[in-house]
């Protein structure tokens, strides 16, 4: 059962408010959300300073920690009082990219010109992810379907249905063959039985793995990846499992900038957008793993390699946070990562690049294509043609769209620049494949 917390709101919206508090000797700050009982012959009956108790909730896919039952602290004290801020702003439409937008400025007025340039590039932006997801997604069909040649397809469906999810997926995906492909040449490779007393009615049991493959969405192949990695039934020792191994558990995480690029919403918005989990302020008031909502920073699986790296950038004299230490600063960034999915999805789409590049001979010209694409929305890199355009000064020079981008990546690019066999070395320290297996 939840305590009774003390705190101070801090601002007040038509449908939620913030406030702020001390929690275990942090300061934080909680949404709350606008309930009718608030209100009392039209004005709100609460004072700024509460009592409150916390519970945990689902919002964007992210566990966020809410306040509620608020109640006044003190008497009614009218110097106390606080008024509710009505939020006019009417978001339809294209509207909508003009809303985000200003919203990364705080303030409204921002120009046509302007507006128009930066949808411009939000819509070649997606563009861009578009491309590139649809390479990433082809190349783990390929490696997988390589790895999978000399076992027998019913071997993985049965390691696949030893799982609830995959097991659902592959019973899904059966039917949807039998009925995309029947009376087609397609037809001929799958193995039927009868399903039921009808002996026209059918089922596949088995059909060639790559059929399968190509069945599959982005999410349900990120599934069927892991499950057949961890399950080791198609463990080789060479790079296409190495590949596979690295980018395991982060190829599902594009699902986010997928989805944003392929139905047409604002994206780089929402990946800057730190209030995109409500429980940010909350969950950077530490940097802790045991200073959590849910997931413990140390137990994700790419805090070794971002740990290696903070280490081997502060070296350098690079620092990702203002932290004071390596392992501090490995802790706040990896958090900042896993408590955000649209910072996170952008942060695994360059790293399953990058592992994919790293791990594929004779790739050299997809990488540096990408690479250039990429300048589209990040700062210039060596050996790279530059892209100008409004993201180089929207909102200003000194805080631009692409040095923002750019910092999320900063992990990543100082490997691009080293080039691919130290990234290949520090991807195999920090992860040890050999150990797992």
């Known amino acids: ?10 601002e007040i919206h038509k449908n939620y408010g913030i406030l702020t508090s001390n929690v275990k000797g942090k300061e934080v700050e909680l949404y709350f959300l606008i309930l009718p009982e608030m209100f009392k012959d039209g004005r709100f009956k609460l004072n700024k300073q509460v009592t409150f108790k916390t519970r945990k909730i689902e919002v964007r896919k992210s566990d966020v920690l809410i306040a509620y039952n608020l109640n006044n602290i003190t008497g009614d004290d009218k110097s106390n009082k606080i008024n509710v ?17 200003q919203k990364m400025i705080n ?9 128009e340039k930066l949808i411009y ?22 490696k997988l379907t390589s790895l999978a040649k000399d076992i027998n397809s019913r071997d993985i469906y049965d390691k696949l249905e030893e799982h609830s999810d995959t097991k659902k997926i592959v019973n899904n995906r059966f039917k949807n063959i039998r009925n995309e ?13 009868q399903h039921g007393s009808d002996p026209n009615n059918n089922m596949v049991i088995d059909c060639p793995f790559f059929l399968f493959l190509e069945a599959l969405s982005l999410t349900e192949l990120g599934d069927v990846l ?37 139905h047409g919403n604002p994206l780089i918005p929402h990946i800057l957008d730190n209030n995109f989990n409500p429980s940010y302020m909350y969950e950077m008031a530490s940097a802790f793993p045991d ?17 290696y790296t903070v280490r081997s950038l502060t070296k350098q004299g690079i620092t990702l946070t203002k932290s004071g230490s390596p392992m501090l600063s490995a802790l706040y960034f990896t958090k900042s990562l896993l408590i955000n999915p649209a910072k996170r999805s952008f942060f695994m789409f360059f790293y399953v690049m990058m592992v994919i590049n790293a791990y594929t001979e004779g790739n050299h010209d997809n990488e540096t294509q990408f690479w250039n694409d990429s300048m589209l929305i990040i700062n210039s890199l060596p050996e790279t043609q530059q892209v100008k355009n409004v993201l180089d000064s929207f909102p200003s020079k000194e805080y631009s769209i692409k040095s923002q981008l750019s910092h999320i990546i900063i992990p ?16 195999e320290i920090t992860f040890d494949i050999g150990r797992s297996q």
């Open 181 to 193: 492909y029947m009376f087609k040449p397609e037809f001929n490779l799958l193995e039927l039985k």
């Open 226 to 262: 892991n499950v057949l990695i961890e399950g080791k039934i198609l463990y080789k020792d060479n790079s296409e499992y190495k590949c596979l191994y690295y980018l395991k558990d982060s190829f599902v995480e594009l699902s986010f900038i997928r989805n944003k690029s392929a």
């Open 107 to 115: 303030k409204e007025g921002l120009d046509s010109s302007s507006l």
């Open 291 to 307: 200073w959590k909502i849910n997931n413990n920073v140390e137990n994700w699986s790419l805090f070794n390699f971002i740990r």
């Open 412 to 427: 990543l690019v100082t490997y691009k620049m080293q080039g691919r066999d130290y990234f290949r070395m520090n991807l």
């Open 1 to 10: 059962m939840s305590s009774v917390l003390e705190g101070e709101i801090k």
């Open 85 to 101: 801020v009505e939020d006019n702003s009417i978001i339809t439409g294209n509207s909508y990219y003009e809303y985000l937008f």
């Open 121 to 142: 590039v939000d819509k070649n932006a997606k563009e861009f992810f578009l491309k590139w997801i649809l390479f990433i997604e082809s190349t783990i069909k390929d």
